[in-house]
């Protein structure tokens, strides 16, 4: 792997310094807290705790979690069914400082603070700058010097490893990690379809960590479900090479495949989805350079019909003041897109009405574009969907 220092196997060297991030003891596979199973609008405690061990039980210890998921219930949800569960030394926990919650400079402590006390624990094993961007995000982390802050608390032992989630330009993108050599790693949008996206340009970013030895943790492997739920023509292509494999785990073996990922975090709401990644992982096999081929052919195919590049996060739906459910909404445009006589697609529209906004319903305020982290024009999306549906 590009970047190994070969006298100290598994450890990443990166500009000149030897890290302390041993590839060989990071799982390929992550649990992202963010889709936790849900009951009575509650995350349901028992199931967490059941697909939780069985991920430990495969041999898998990385938890990714943030301030914001699940309305911040997501951190206590990590400490009842981890940190109180399993030995501090077990797992892997991290988290991520947001942005938008920091409005003067006491709030950078406050916030780490608190989020400590959610989690139950005494430090952090990697902490991150939550979906750097452009603009207000970045400018918020330069503004209260959350790179040095990071420093800081690393020297105290309350993070481990610092880095940050990056949702922005690789203009950006070169600017900081060529300013800051303090940071270990970088969390990255990266999946076959997403490559040549002019929104998320993930195969630049990715050159440009790559040519640094920078090691990646990498989300939306899977597109937010997207790249599990394929059109039957594209389906059929992965099938006919090998009909034994999900259809997940084709876009998440094409990111494992990539030199450099260290951790691939998968958002995991149900059993079935733990135990097909589990599966996946357990005896990883990178891509041939047949399967590659395959994998280029569905992406071309995919991108003759442009779909919503909405991944779920749910980050527009908090402060939509008419709530609509908005990934929702738009799941079943781009399902009509592929095939627009389903039926079923409408019928699943029907039902969401009955239990939130309709797409007419958009008033347009633009809330929900100003924290996208794929940068959707949200309301002319709406507009269309509305078109289309009501």
């Known amino acids: 792997m590009p970047g190994r220092n070969e006298d100290l196997p598994g450890v990443f060297k990166t500009r000149g310094y030897k890290m302390k991030i041993d590839l060989d003891k990071m799982p390929k596979l992550g649990f992202g807290l963010m889709r936790l199973p849900e009951k009575d ?3 349901d405690h028992e199931r967490v705790c059941t697909m939780v061990d069985k991920y430990m039980a495969a041999g898998m210890n990385y938890f990714d ?3 914001i998921y ?3 219930k997501s951190e ?3 400490r009842e069914a981890i940190v109180k ?3 501090r030394d077990s797992f892997m926990l991290a988290t991520k400082l947001p942005a938008w919650e920091i ?11 608190e989020q400590l006390e959610r989690a139950g624990v005494d430090f952090f094993d990697f902490y991150l700058l939550h979906s750097i961007e452009d603009g207000y995000n970045y400018d918020t982390y330069v503004k209260y010097d959350c790179f040095e802050w990071g420093k800081k608390m690393k020297a105290e032992g309350k993070i481990k490893h610092f880095g940050f989630s990056f949702h922005g330009s690789p203009e950006l993108l070169k600017t900081i990690v ?5 940071v270990e790693f970088v969390q990255i949008q990266l999946n076959y379809l997403d490559r040549q996206s002019p929104e998320v340009r993930s195969q630049e970013l990715y050159d440009i960590l790559s040519k640094r030895n920078i090691p990646m943790i990498v989300m939306e492997p899977v597109k937010g479900g997207m790249l ?3 059109a039957p023509k594209e389906a059929a292509k992965f099938k006919a090479v090998r009909p034994e494999k999900s259809i997940a785990s084709w876009a998440l073996r094409f990111v494992g495949s990539q030199p450099g990922v260290m951790t691939i975090l998968s958002g995991m709401s149900t059993e079935e989805q733990m135990d097909d990644n589990i599966g996946t992982f357990a005896s990883f096999e990178p891509l041939s350079e047949e399967e590659m081929k395959v994998v280029d052919e569905v992406t071309e195919d995919m991108l003759t019909v442009p779909q919503i590049g909405c991944t779920g996060c749910r980050y527009c739906c908090d402060g939509c003041p008419m709530k609509i459910e908005i990934p929702e909404v738009f799941e079943i445009v781009n399902t009509l897109r592929r095939c627009p006589n389903d039926g079923n697609a409408r019928i699943d529209y029907e039902d969401l009405k009955e239990e939130s906004g309709k797409a007419a319903d958009c008033v347009g305020c633009g809330q929900c574009e100003k924290v996208c982290p794929q940068h959707l024009p949200i309301i002319e999306l709406m507009k269309e969907a509305a078109e289309m549906l009501d």
Not at 103 to 113: P, Q, T
Not at 178 to 182: A, C, G, L, N, V
Request: aromatic share 8%; no cysteine.
């Open 41 to 43: 609008g509650q995350i």
């Open 103 to 113: 409005k003067k400079a006491e709030d950078v402590d406050r916030i780490f603070n």
């Open 65 to 67: 979690t943030a301030y």
């Open 70 to 72: 699940h309305g911040g």
């Open 85 to 87: 569960r399993y030995k």
């Open 178 to 182: 060529d300013s800051h050599p303090e």
């Open 76 to 78: 206590v949800a990590a």
């Open 228 to 230: 599990a739920n394929l």
